[in-house]
């Protein structure tokens, strides 16, 4: 089965600056899909970002990117010039895309702070 | 378009009752997933639909159970309450099989006492 890891459960970052969250997945997989979605304060979680693994291009939406490595593993978010409306909860979430469905892992999350 | 609805939003039973919840998925989505949001497990997996047909099921005991209505409308059902099924319930609708994108609704939030 495959498991989803984030190692820090609270980060902080000043506005303006770039903070960088992590995530480490476990799966015997070759291809499947990363995301990480975003979880405000009782609001909705949306999708921040996602990552085919077949694809070597690292994904970038607006300030948002990630550094995808394959072979360890591993796909953090970086968030450029943070703004106070990105504290949030962050989850990373892994999906196969054996059989179609459409489940997710999920790590524990990582909850950001941002200081004004 | 209207997002996921999930209908109630709070909710408030006994140990040893039953609960449903409902979901809306985005009109024209064929694809319902719930999900179990507690602080201890974090967010797990529940059940997914497609076309009224359950296509997976997590690691969760018989008591909860699920359905999908020919409108792509979803319930899903925990009977026999206990107090550590207190927890946000999450939904999830994607327009198809294989697509990127879930879109979650806001949840519900059932305590049980």
């Known amino acids: 089965a495959q498991t989803v890891t984030q190692s820090q459960p609270e980060m902080s970052v000043q506005e303006a600056e770039t903070v960088t969250l992590s995530c480490t997945y476990d799966?015997?997989?070759?291809?499947?899909?990363l995301f990480w979605y975003k979880q405000p304060p009782s609001r909705q979680m949306i999708l921040v970002i996602r990552?085919?693994?077949?694809?070597?291009q690292n994904a970038t939406e607006n300030r948002f990117s990630v550094n995808f490595q394959k072979a360890a593993k591993s796909f953090s978010l970086k968030i450029s010039d943070s703004q106070l409306g990105d504290a949030a909860m962050y989850f990373c979430?892994?999906?196969?895309?054996?059989?179609?469905?459409?489940?997710?892992?999920f790590g524990k999350g990582t909850k950001l702070t941002v200081n004004p | 378009k209207a997002g996921v609805t999930q209908t109630p939003r709070y909710l408030i039973k006994t140990r040893g009752q039953q609960v449903t919840l409902s979901c809306s998925p985005i009109?024209?989505?064929?694809?319902v997933s719930w999900y179990q949001q507690t602080p201890g497990q974090g967010l797990q997996f529940l059940f997914e639909?497609?076309?009224?047909?359950?296509?997976n099921k997590g690691n969760f005991p018989g008591r909860f159970s699920g359905r999908q209505f020919s409108n792509s409308r979803s319930e899903m059902n925990v009977s026999t309450l206990e107090l550590g099924d207190s927890a946000l319930y999450l939904c999830?609708?994607?327009?198809?099989?294989?697509?990127?994108?879930?879109?979650f609704g806001p949840g519900t939030r059932l305590t049980v006492t």
């Open positions: 979430a892994y999906r196969s895309p054996q059989g179609g469905s459409e489940k997710l892992v």
């Open positions: 009109s024209g989505h064929r694809s």
């Open positions: 799966t015997s997989e070759s291809d499947y899909y």
């Open positions: 999830a609708s994607t327009a198809d099989l294989n697509a990127y994108e879930q879109y």
């Open positions: 990552q085919e693994a077949y694809k070597q």
């Open positions: 639909y497609f076309s009224e047909t359950q296509r």
